[in-house]
């Protein structure tokens, strides 16, 4: 059974309409990949699903309980967390400051926060090397691990990762990559925006294509690297 399932849904901002009848599932404990180009409305289909706008039409079910219009702390209760694109971090605050940010939603969790800490400072070891540091003065690529560090202090089971390698060096990419791999290997379920395509369907099992707010294409990731017109589009090949 699917433990996050979309079905047909709508988004209009004002009289703009970016997503159209979109519909996608995620099953527990894979990574799937959500691709297209600039303005495809990847971000969007993801701040729906967090509960940050609400769908114009359609249905979302997260563990199998509608969720459509649900304040997105609640969303997070339930279980998923968000990385936004952009990070959204608190450059004046700290580092240890910024990861416990990401418990403050979650009932429990400041009791939990040593352990749930130790956890994610495995994860990243940079961060544990940082804690003092404000957030402002990390690199582009220890932000992002900070951003997704947050994002697992809430102990989601579903993570939704959205264009966590802009801007960064390859080294860093991969560092990135590495981490949600082992995230993965938690047993956390991914769901991955990513400029990347190529290392974001090597990544996945399975992968979406999005283009003008509507799904092109689905199918599994290695079918999808090896199509033909995938490949012209989004590879350059
Ligand atoms: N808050 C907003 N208000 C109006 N239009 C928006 C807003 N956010 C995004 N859009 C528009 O929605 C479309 C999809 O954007 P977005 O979801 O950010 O795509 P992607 O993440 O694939 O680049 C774009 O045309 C963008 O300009
Ligand atoms: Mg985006």
Not at 44 to 51: A, K, N
Not at 201 to 222: D, P, Q, T
Request: proline residues 4%.
């Amino acid at each position: 059974m699917a433990i996050l399932d979309i079905e047909g849904v709508s988004l209009r901002y004002g009289t703009v309409q970016v997503i159209w009848d979109v519909s996608l599932s995620l099953e527990e404990g894979e990574a799937v990949a959500l691709v297209g180009a600039n303005a495809a409305g990847k971000t969007s289909l993801i701040r729906m699903i967090s509960g940050l706008v609400r769908p114009s039409g359609g249905r979302i079910a997260l563990f199998g309980e509608d969720i459509s219009g649900r304040d997105p702390a609640d969303i997070v209760r339930m279980g998923l967390s968000h990385v936004p694109q952009g990070r959204f971090l608190f450059p004046h605050l700290t580092v240890r400051e910024n990861i416990e940010m990401g418990a403050a939603y979650l009932p429990g969790a400041w009791q939990a926060m040593d352990r749930t800490m130790a956890w994610v400072i495995h994860l990243f070891p940079r961060l544990g090397e940082r804690l003092g540091q404000k957030a402002g003065t990390l690199s582009g690529g220890e932000q992002q691990m900070l951003a997704i560090a947050r994002a697992l202090m809430a102990r989601p089971k579903i993570l939704l990762v959205d264009e966590p390698c802009l801007g960064l060096a390859p080294i860093m990419v991969k560092v990135v990559f590495d981490a949600l791999g082992e995230i993965k290997k938690q047993g956390i379920t991914l769901l991955l925006v990513e400029q990347n395509v190529w290392k974001s369907l090597k990544f996945s099992e399975r992968g979406y294509v999005m283009e003008n707010g509507r799904i092109v294409h689905r199918g599994a990731s290695a079918e999808l690297l090896a199509d033909g017109k995938i490949r012209k589009a989004y590879l350059g090949l």
